[in-house]
């Protein structure tokens, strides 16, 4: 049966509009959060941040490049260790220390690019695998060799004078909990815009060229060599601002904090949300923490629960068949599915063509995701416009 | 073919979350076993000892006449030992004596003193992050079990008087990145001091925060030497189990007397902080009893695989002994493998020791099977399993308080969760007859407190003296498991020659 929907024209007045409010609305909760919230909610909402900056990173290697990474983790320890030792050992600025992570990990994740030249799919991701079963024994070596003990601190990362917060005192707690949620913050959105002016930019849709055909993309002039070793650098880079936060926000790390078992939170992170769009990863990350959150606090007293399951250790159990359905549900994410759900209702008309495009341009592959509603019948109803 | 692609790479991180979580359910382990740090710990209610806070050097008697059953239960219990070293009286908590000055803490450094100082009336919170889902919990869960056990058994007998206890315990998963933000929120939910947090990176994690907000940090379920050699810097923080380099040198001096002086030992630990300790401190007490040290092997924290290659560079030694510290179900792989290895190498018999963190039935005995017999290691609690310990008084009161409560959970680990509350009530007491019973008072009763556990073995005290003695427990029992029988056989006497 034929739907009737209503289309929104791209980049006109109601669109934006709606965008704009978007935005007021996360904003507003945003500042609402950090006035009244208390330490330990910003501080969830601070972890899921950073899950959500490591799930940024990855989409913008995985979702719009196609190469897979299950080491990320090493990315997020090695600026986190960099900037735990330069700030305790060398009494560096952690600012700086965050500057030099980044470098670090944009060069680590160039040298990573190299065999993802000529590997792919679950090759790849066996050799980034196996980067992030290396971390815990290079860290540990680290801190047997360099630090001399067995943990290197955090950064405690302490309010800056200018935003009036108090690092003694009894507000301390509370104060220090709310600069930590406004530079997770911070470096989110930062993130987010990186990852979404490369998206749509040129380079983005070279991105995407690489991810759905390679040859194609290298027959109509696409630098294979350097689209695909770059981005590995930059969503490294974000990995590691992923990582910083960690250091800031912990007052110990070791070998064990950054783990296989990271990675593998940042792709379900990725998944949840839906891989290839902008905003899916941060929905993903913080629906995996939150649900995560409080699967750990109820389920242990859920005596409903058939057999062994009742009152039982089954919070992480409960997680990963949650996700297993979810992915059959909606196999594109939350983002993906409220997409779908949102286009039955209205579309988003793309603007009209400019007067006259380049050759190049002509002759760039489409940058938007294939969905299986744009393509069905369903999608030819009648628009209004 | 996105989708597809989607799908195949989504299957796959679920698919290895699953899998690691899959270990927290197996129904075996759930009913009957756990017991990995079990061993160690260690609670309280026989003798209170010394000064009240203050500079009395007076001691208090009579205080235990009001514990009722608890305190009796417990004098019963030494008394059937009849090896206490502390002298014990059938009704009295005893004071003994006291350092000529009390240890005190200064709370002006604190982010509100005001509220370190503030008397604590009515109910009394103790909070904790521990693992109570993932693999560890398999271990680790009945630990919570015993704790509101025995605080359930305190509030039923008025061991506090006009103070009701409560405990608040939240899922950390073993991980250290999220004991911060479980700590968070339990300190934001009002609790009032912590109690029994597993894991030494997890305890790491939160002593910065728990000393600059001044609330105890009390028995902290690990034995890393870190929760007693700065008792300056961080006051607020004390430890319950026998400091893991006081544990290897007990081992190594066990070692020497039965395979002689110049024996060899083949040394495997895991790659982690808590092997680190293990290996250095052994190394360093191996050296002075004169055994050397042949080979070492060592195996990442998150391997879960046999170790083949490492037990096989071992047995290419044939070491006359070998001490492994290996971490949860490294133990009873590393028994399996050893087996093996025994098997190609029939002239080598190695006399095995495995750290206490590996001294659990489900760790030794259900999951190593007869591998696991002869293996040495270590507790300082009575064992409650062992029938032979039905009649005692301790033992006995647990035993009513799990049957009546319908747990079960393995016994011995609900006994380390139902010692280290018994642990706290006693700092708790004795905070009480301070006068105020706060923070402060809290902390400065933990760090000037002797006191007998219920089911601590012969010789065994909790023990801490201010700056002087940062540590709880110094004393350990060696012990050998049996497998046809199913127990532990306790080797010599207790070990309390690091007690000070």
Known sequence: MPTTRRAIRESSPLHWGIRTMGVAAIAFIAIYLASTAKPSTLGNITEACTLAIAAVGLNLLFGFNGQISIGHSTFAGLAAFTAGYTVNAWEWNPYVSLVVGLILCFLLGLALGLPALRLKGPYLALVTLAVAFVWPTIAAKFLDQKVKASTLKGTKLEPLSWTGLSVKGKDARLDKAIFLYWAAIVILVVSYVIVRNLRKSRIGRALVAVRDNETAAAVMGVNLKLTKTVTFGISAAIAGASGWITAARLATMDETT??????IKYLLALFLGGAATLVGPIVGAFAYFFVDDYLKEHAPEWDWLPGPLSKGPVASFLLGVLVIAFV?????????????????????????????????????????????????????????? | MIRKRYHLAAFAAVGTLVLVSCGSDDDKASDTTKAAAATTAAPTATTTAETSGGSTDTTTAETTESTGEATETTTEATEATEETTEPTDAETTVATEAPSEAWTVDTSECSDPDAAEAPIEGELTIGAAQPLSGTP??????????????????????????????????????????????????????VNIFSGIIGTPNNLAVRDTLNEECIPQLLNLTGAPDWGNDVASYPWTTGALVPYDIEAR?????????????????????????????????????????????????????????????IGAIAADKPDAIMAVPLGAQCPTFLKELVNAKAANTDWNPVVFQTNTCASRLL????????????????????????????????????????????????????????????????????????????????????????????ALPGVEYKMNGEEDGYSFQTLQVEQWDQPSNLFKNIGTPDSSSES
């Not at chain 1, 950054?258 to 990675?263: C, E, V």
């Not at chain 2, 061991?159 to 300190?187: F, W």
């Not at chain 2, 060899?264 to 092997?275: A, I, K, M, Q, R």
């Open chain 1, 258 to 263: 950054f783990t296989i078992l990271s990675s």
């Open chain 1, 328 to 385: 059959f549900v909606a196999p594109f994410g939350i983002v993906g599915f409220v997409k779908d759900q949102v286009r039955k209702v209205f579309v988003i008309a793309p603007r009209p063509l400019r007067p006259a495009p380049s050759t190049a341009e002509q002759a760039m592959p489409t940058t938007e995701e294939p969905r299986p509603a744009d393509q069905g019948p369903e999608t030819q109803g009648r628009v209004d416009t």
């Open chain 2, 137 to 190: 919990a398999v271990a680790f869960s009945p630990v919570k079990d015993g704790f509101e056990l025995y605080l359930k058994y305190a509030n039923d007998n008025n061991l506090l008087e006009g103070i009701t206890l409560k405990s608040d315990i939240k899922d950390d998963q073993y991980d250290a990145t999220q004991t911060p933000g479980v700590v968070d929120s339990l300190i934001d939910d009002g």
């Open chain 2, 250 to 310: 007990i081992y190594a001096t066990t070692l020497k007397g039965l395979i002689g002086e110049g024996g060899t030992v083949g040394l495997f630990t895991v790659n982690s902080e808590f092997g680190k300790t293990y290996a250095d401190a052994f190394k360093a007490a191996a050296a002075d009893a004169g055994l050397e040290i042949v080979d070492e092997q060592t195996i990442e924290p998150a391997e879960e695989a046999p170790p083949t290659n490492q």
């Open chain 2, 364 to 455: 030794i005995s259900l999951l190593a099977g007869d591998a696991g017999n002869g293996v040495y290691t270590s507790t300082n609690l009575i064992d409650p399993v062992d029938p032979a310990n039905a009649a005692n008084p301790g033992v006995k009161t647990l035993v009513d308080a799990y049957t009546a409560a319908g747990l079960k959970g393995d016994l011995a680990t609900t006994a380390v969760g139902w010692t280290v509350a018994e642990d706290t009530v006693a700092i708790l007491k004795k905070a009480q007859e301070s006068g105020t019973l706060s923070r402060k008072s809290i902390i400065e009763a933990a760090r000037n407190l002797t006191f007998t556990p219920s089911l």
